[in-house]
């Protein structure tokens, strides 16, 4: 299938079939999509934490707003982007397993100087992470994996859950962005049918 087909192939997904189990070599290769998304610099500012115990994507459904699709979910994947108190540990890590060629000109002074304020690494990294979530949308789609974006969460809730339940150690440097769930289609409820506006002057211009 070509990436354009794929594209609109692709739905949001409002319920799933809750019994279904996502295999694991398919969610492998949509993590490693994932992985592979381009980042500013290549810092890749994000975290991918995926959760397949429907037990705790059960608990975790009040945080999400108690979205079917989320508690229907075969799998949950909460994308934590970088936040500034986990900027200079993440900054030594790059410069250790890189070395200072991985900054063009040897610019790392440079650019840590204009992220180290916290609103501009914190919006830089969040916005990365939406790249990386829609490549693993894409790569869930080649493979017949159903998924949608979500958005509306309790943030504060979601990252306080993670750490009292040690879900990962080092969730004090990152904060919860946007998550992805997968799984496969339930069948009773009919996907929307995609709307969008042609491709006119509305949507853009080229000059």
């Known amino acids: ?8 192939k692709r739905r949001s997904i409002k319920a799933f079939q809750p ?3 996502i295999n694991q070599n398919k969610l492998n290769k949509i993590l490693e999509a994932g992985r592979m998304a381009p980042s500013i610099y ?16 059960k608990k975790l459904s009040d945080i999400y707003m108690n979205q079917n699709n989320v508690r229907t979910s075969s799998c949950l994947i ?8 986990g900027f200079n540990y993440f900054m030594e890590y790059k410069t250790k397993s890189r070395g200072e060629e991985h900054f063009p000109n040897n610019d790392s002074e440079k650019y840590k100087k204009y992220i180290i304020n916290k609103d501009v690494i914190e919006k830089i990294s969040s916005e990365q992470s939406y790249i990386a979530l829609s490549f693993m949308m894409l790569a869930a789609e ?3 994996i159903n998924t949608c974006p979500i ?5 504060d809730k979601l990252k306080k859950y993670i750490k009292d339940n040690n879900l990962f150690k ?14 496969k289609k339930d069948n009773q409820n009919k ?8 491709n006119s002057n509305l949507i853009y211009k080229i000059i």
């Open 151 to 155: 958005a509306g969460f309790h943030k």
């Open 19 to 21: 019994n279904y189990n």
């Open 170 to 183: 080092n969730i004090d440097y990152y904060e919860p962005t946007v998550s992805l769930v997968l799984g």
């Open 78 to 85: 909460i994308i934590l982007s970088l936040n500034q108190k």
């Open 142 to 144: 080649e493979l017949n």
């Open 42 to 57: 290549g810092l890749e500012p994000w975290f991918f934490l995926t959760i397949k115990d429907k037990s705790i994507i």
């Open 191 to 198: 996907p929307f049918k995609i709307r969008r506006r042609d």
């Open 1 to 8: 299938m070509s990436l354009i087909n794929t594209i609109k």
